[in-house]
């Protein structure tokens, strides 16, 4: 179970846009993330990796926990709002869930439940 200091530095480091970072110091070697219902992404190099490929995407992003953070012993289910600003100019924001499994200080398990909509990019209006 993840002690509330853990959880705490694990938001901060996300909402401090540090995404890659925080896979490598909070997900176990093994863990795995899954996006909605498609197949996971196995290994915290590869998580690594995948917020590496979407932050070079991106000119700007923001990342904001919206609490209550919800823990119950091992399970905790964060609501996030990300801001994507994408080097084309177009923007993506988009609101999801994360329910996450611990082993100890680190995260096992993760699934994001959103509605992928949100996931096409919009272009500012003037």
């Known amino acids: 179970m993840p002690s509330q200091d853990t959880i705490k530095r694990f938001i901060a480091k996300v909402e401090a846009n540090e995404h890659a970072a925080a896979c490598e110091e909070f997900y176990?070697?093994?863990?795995?993330?899954?996006?909605?219902?498609?197949?996971?992404?196995?290994?915290?190099?590869?998580?690594?990796?995948?917020e590496h490929a979407v932050m070079s995407r991106a000119r700007s992003v923001t990342s904001t926990c919206v609490h209550p953070v919800l823990v119950n012993?091992?399970?905790?289910?964060?609501?996030?709002?990300?801001?994507?600003?994408?080097?084309?100019?177009?923007?993506?924001?988009?609101?999801?869930?994360?329910?996450?499994r611990w082993e100890g200080e680190c995260i096992a398990e993760e699934t994001f439940f959103?509605?992928?909509?949100?996931?096409?990019?919009?272009?500012p209006t003037a």
């Open 114 to 123: 959103y509605d992928p909509a949100q996931r096409i990019p919009q272009r």
């Open 73 to 100: 012993g091992d399970h905790v289910v964060i609501r996030w709002i990300f801001r994507f600003e994408w080097l084309d100019g177009s923007v993506t924001q988009m609101e999801e869930l994360a329910y996450q």
């Open 28 to 50: 176990t070697e093994n863990s795995s993330m899954q996006e909605n219902q498609a197949k996971p992404r196995i290994g915290r190099a590869a998580h690594v990796a995948a």
